[in-house]
């Protein structure tokens, strides 16, 4: 399975991946396409529920377009908004953007 997700870096060195906690398609947000990837960060910057959350803009803005190359299954809560993977697991396709 090769999919596509959005994540940042940790200060313990894993990666947090963004994961959907509602609606039909709960858990890691998984795209099929880079561009997939790139519209759903815009999406997210440009969301009107953010705009007054100073520490969302800044998480939104370290999202990164990573690809997921594994076979298992990535493990996470119902509800949760992350889910950390080592950073072997994960190939990172652009640079570290600076505000």
């Known amino acids: 399975m090769s999919v596509y997700v959005l994540g940042w870096p940790q200060p ?4 947090a991946l963004l994961c959907r906690s509602g609606g039909v398609n709960q858990g890691p947000a998984f795209c099929q396409t880079r561009k997939e990837a790139m519209l759903l960060r815009t999406k997210l910057a440009n969301d009107p529920r953010g705009r007054n959350n100073k520490k969302a803009q800044e998480i939104i803005k370290r999202l990164l377009i990573y690809l997921y190359s594994g076979e ?22 652009e640079q570290t953007r600076l505000s």
């Open 12 to 15: 313990n060195g894993k990666i």
């Open 72 to 93: 298992e299954t990535i493990m996470w809560r119902p509800g949760d908004l992350w889910v950390y993977l080592d950073p072997k697991k994960l190939v990172l396709l």
